[in-house]
């Protein structure tokens, strides 16, 4: 493309950086070009040829205060705006600005007839790259820490050090297919990185109906698998990530969660399991409120399937999971009941031995 020289600008301003970036985070702006991007971390170039290995990487900068990004094959680097400028080709950082405040449906500046097309990013050149070429459909735009996260957390017995070792963040904002929805005031991306695919599961606590939950993890995605050791006594399998984490947090014991209940796991991930892990519990929802008790159901389903033992919160507590019986009883009593449910299946086991 030529660059802007002699054309009649018509009656709106030329755009800048400083108009871009007073309007839009570069966060923001990274996330709509590169589906699934996490800052902070490498990933395969989506600069120049395709490569299948992590030469790319934003990060935050103190020295300049803002996020720049590197491609480390060619050493080309920059902030937000020489990216989009670099992506596409433009000739001058001017170009690059009308595309982003065109993409971003902002109309109050001059743009050029050739930048006019809208990309859509989750099916763009750029998506990120995977071993199962499996598209991410939701970005999302990092918020910092409130005291409502806090506290909302904080009553399942989990803090923030917690939630940043499970790679759970606070977002401001989600993108479904490139397209910018606003997050609820409580409202949180659960991050997964399986075998270099980056995915999400939102999770909007607050919203009773419509998109309280979003995700576009598959099935083989197994909650906070990255925290668990190599070895332990303990794991246990409960419905969510939220529970997995309360049990983490105040019992110090290993524990993961599938996508759904209902999910079936590989053998070979379970025979996995059971070398790693010494004692191996499947502790789903006692749904005792509903006409059918489907965690019952489905944990005792996986219980026949692989022979590990099912545990269940008892009716006489009133809670259906770990993390609601933190939150309504207290850590302490929720503590003695699991470790009870524990030490119960353990004398079982043993009675069986002899």
């Known amino acids: 493309m030529k660059g802007f020289k002699g054309r009649k600008l018509e009656d709106k301003p030329l755009p800048n950086f400083k108009d871009v970036y007073d309007r839009i985070p570069a966060e923001q702006i990274y996330a709509f070009y590169i589906p699934g991007v996490v800052l902070n971390s490498t990933m395969s170039s989506p600069l120049g040829d395709k490569d299948n290995v992590s030469s790319f990487s934003i990060f935050w900068s103190y020295r300049k205060n803002k996020y720049l990004w590197k491609d480390f094959r060619y050493g080309w680097f920059g902030d937000a705006i020489d990216f989009v400028q670099r992506l596409f080709g433009y000739t001058s950082q001017v170009e690059a600005c009308m595309k982003i405040f065109n993409d971003f449906g902002i109309d109050d500046f001059y743009i050029f007839k050739e930048l006019t097309t809208t990309i859509n990013p989750g099916n763009s050149k750029i998506s990120v790259k ?40 606070p977002i401001k904002y989600f993108y479904i297919d490139g397209n910018i929805k606003i997050a609820d005031k409580l409202a949180y991306a659960y991050v997964e990185n399986k075998d270099g695919n980056i995915t999400y599961k939102i999770y909007q606590p607050l919203i009773k109906i419509g998109k309280k939950w979003l995700s576009n993890n598959d099935s083989s995605v197994w909650e906070l ?70 965690g019952r159901e489905y944990g005792r389903k996986l219980s026949e399937l692989f022979d590990l033992p099912q545990i269940e919160i008892h009716e006489i507590h009133q809670e259906k999971d770990y993390s609601d019986l933190v939150k309504n009883k207290g850590i302490k009593y929720a503590r003695t009941v699991l470790w009870q449910l524990i030490k119960k299946e353990l004398l079982k086991h043993l009675i069986e031995r002899k």
């Not at 499996?134 to 009553?155: C, H, Y």
């Not at 698998?225 to 309360?246: F, G, Q, V």
């Open 130 to 169: 995977s071993k199962t070429k499996r598209k991410s459909k939701l970005q999302i735009t990092i918020r910092d820490w409130n005291q409502n996260d806090i506290s909302f957390w904080g009553q399942y017995g989990i803090t923030t050090k917690w939630l940043k070792y499970a790679n759970i963040y």
């Open 225 to 294: 698998w990255h925290m668990l050791p190599k070895t332990h006594d303990y794991l246990i399998i409960t419905k969510s990530r939220k529970d997995a984490l309360s049990i983490m947090a105040t019992m110090n014991i290993p524990a993961t969660s599938l996508q759904a209940e209902g999910t079936i796991p590989k053998d070979n991930v379970i025979d996995e399991l059971k070398q790693r892990f010494k004692y191996i519990f499947l502790f789903y929802d006692n749904d005792f409120d509903k006409k059918t008790n489907y």
